[in-house]
């Protein structure tokens, strides 16, 4: 689904927040083989039994910082497109079987070099089914002025 959103309708404060995911062994096992990242902390059950503090394994944080990405992406707004993403933190971890869901609020506008361009900077949360925390960044965006 496609929706114009020009720089100059973005409004501070507005947010959208998705349904939930929840984390599977088969997402970790998918992207350790994708990434290259087998590190037991991710792969094996009987190591993390005797690793302080979590005594299981944990999802690859790229993993969830992947999938919240995926979770966010519903609508395309052809006036924008990705220009990358700020301050990304791993606050909590996140297991097998932990659903989470994507609060992104708008954060701020910003003029850009390009002056037919506008940055907007999302602030991203993703939260697990307790409302934790998990996982926050800023996503910014290009976005195209609309025309004088």
């Known amino acids: 689904m496609f929706q114009s959103q020009f720089f100059e309708d973005y409004e501070i404060g507005a947010s959208r927040q998705t349904g939930g995911r929840t984390i599977t062994e088969t997402d970790i096992v998918l992207h350790a083989g ?3 990242d087998f590190y037991p902390h991710h792969m094996d059950a009987e190591w993390c039994k005797t690793w302080e503090p979590f005594k299981q394994r944990v999802a690859h944080g790229t993993l969830i910082f992947s999938v919240a990405v995926g ?36 954060k701020e506008k910003r003029d850009h070099k390009k002056p037919e361009l506008g940055v907007v900077s999302e602030l991203v949360e993703v939260v697990n089914q307790h409302d934790e925390t998990v996982l926050v960044c800023e996503h910014l965006l290009l976005v195209r002025r609309r025309a004088a």
Not at 78 to 92: M, V
Not at 93 to 102: A, C, N
């Open 34 to 36: 994708q990434t290259g």
């Open 71 to 106: 979770m966010t992406a519903g609508v395309i707004n052809p006036e924008a497109f990705s220009y990358g993403y700020d301050r990304l933190r791993f606050i909590k971890p996140v297991f097998i079987g932990d659903t989470l869901r994507v609060k992104v609020s708008i």
